[in-house]
């Protein structure tokens, strides 16, 4: 079935240690979106990529960097790594840009700071 | 701009119970709106959508009407299972949001046997 892939699914890292998440698609679409997500609260989006072109959240700090690679991989790339930064991180896809376009997210990639 | 007002939870229903979680919108122009679920642990996964105005979304026995005279699109569901217990979100996404997401702030159900 073709999907989204969040690797790991438990990460685990010490304050200030750089951290990398994978997130994977074999539904080859256009857009590929991070969020974060706290607990008891919804999803909060960080960036997005429409195919290499990427669009930052004005909100987004820098701590937070992403890449894609090709079509189907995107990294979250977390440089320093702080205790608010503890959440579920979701990566999500879309076809392409319009309304009316739903949402594939994957599991999540839960991240502790230690 | 544009978004989406949802129910505070929790809610805690017993098995069987009619479940009604309601979300009002805000927009200027058409937007799509979205029911999401998330079981504990997990990503979310798309519930049901409408994408104009007096669509009814449904899916595994939820239903949705995207109401342009009230604003609403409430999520409803006639038997609760205890496999329903989950945190569910309405979301919209239009022109106004650059065709991105905004999430209502989630509802948390329980259903008890």
């Known amino acids: 079935d073709a999907m989204v892939i969040q690797n790991p699914r438990y990460q685990v890292t010490q304050f200030g240690k750089p951290v990398t998440l994978s997130c994977s698609q074999t539904?080859?679409?256009?857009?590929m979106y991070w969020y974060q997500q706290k607990s008891s609260q919804a999803p909060k989006l960080l960036f997005h990529?429409?195919?290499?072109?990427?669009?930052n959240e004005a909100d987004t700090p820098d701590n937070f960097q992403s890449r894609r690679p090709n079509t189907s991989f995107c990294f979250l790339d977390i440089r320093s790594p702080g205790l608010g930064d503890a959440a579920m991180y979701l990566c999500?896809?879309?076809?392409?840009?319009?309304?009316?376009?739903?949402?594939?997210f994957g599991p999540g990639t839960r991240l502790t700071v230690l | 701009g544009d978004s989406v007002t949802q129910m505070e939870g929790p809610v805690t229903l017993s098995e069987e119970a009619f479940l009604t979680i309601n979300c009002t919108y805000t927009a200027t122009g058409y937007p799509s709106l979205f029911w999401y679920v998330q079981y504990p642990g997990e990503g979310l996964q798309l519930l049901l959508k409408a994408t104009k105005a007096d669509d009814k979304g449904s899916n595994k026995g939820f239903e949705a009407t995207y109401r342009k005279e009230t604003t609403s699109f409430h999520l409803e569901k006639g038997s609760v299972q205890v496999s329903d217990s989950a945190v569910y979100f309405c979301?919209?996404?239009?022109?106004?949001?650059?065709?991105?997401?905004?999430f209502g702030t989630g509802t948390s159900l329980t259903v008890i046997p």
């Open positions: 990529y429409y195919d290499k072109d990427f669009n």
């Open positions: 999500a896809t879309t076809p392409g840009s319009a309304s009316t376009d739903t949402q594939y």
């Open positions: 979301a919209l996404s239009s022109m106004n949001t650059g065709n991105q997401f905004y």
């Open positions: 539904l080859n679409h256009n857009v």
